[in-house]
């Protein structure tokens, strides 16, 4: 299963998410509150998969996800998100995102949009 990095600035999307990650038998190595600290954490604990919010205090999830692109290219990121305009989406599919899911987020979106992305990576091994 995968290793999984969330980045939100909502503690309650972190814990809902993070309910539903671990009941797939995912483990998330760390939370990050804004994109700056994300990158930072993305760095420190290079996971299989980041989970990154938009709107978020001192650095958006749009800057953050170049950064981590930028870092590690093929890099596996799931934009979650209620900035679900067309124009955001395109934006962030352009900057390299794997998947776009809108808040607020239904437990069967998050299960099978990391079962692909984590299913693109042959690397990550199965538990």
Do not use: W, Y
């Not at 939100?8 to 972190?14: M, Q, V």
């Not at 998410?17 to 600290?37: C, F, P, Y």
């Not at 999830?61 to 890099?75: C, N, R, Y």
């Amino acid at each position: 299963m995968a290793n999984i990095l969330m980045v939100d600035d909502s503690r309650t999307s972190r814990r809902i998410l993070r309910q539903i990650l671990e009941q797939e038998g995912h483990t998330v190595v760390e939370e990050a509150v804004n994109g700056e600290d994300g990158v930072r954490k993305f760095q420190q604990h290079r996971p299989d998969m980041v989970t990154m919010d938009i709107t978020m205090p001192v650095l958006d999830g749009i800057e953050a996800l170049k950064m981590i692109k930028a870092l590690k290219s093929d890099s596996k990121v799931i934009m979650v998100s209620a900035a679900g305009q067309k124009s955001k989406i395109l934006e962030c599919l352009k900057a390299g995102a794997d998947e776009f899911i809108t808040k607020p987020f239904q437990q069967n979106e998050i299960v099978e949009a990391v079962k692909r992305i984590v299913g693109k990576d042959s690397s990550i091994s199965a538990v």
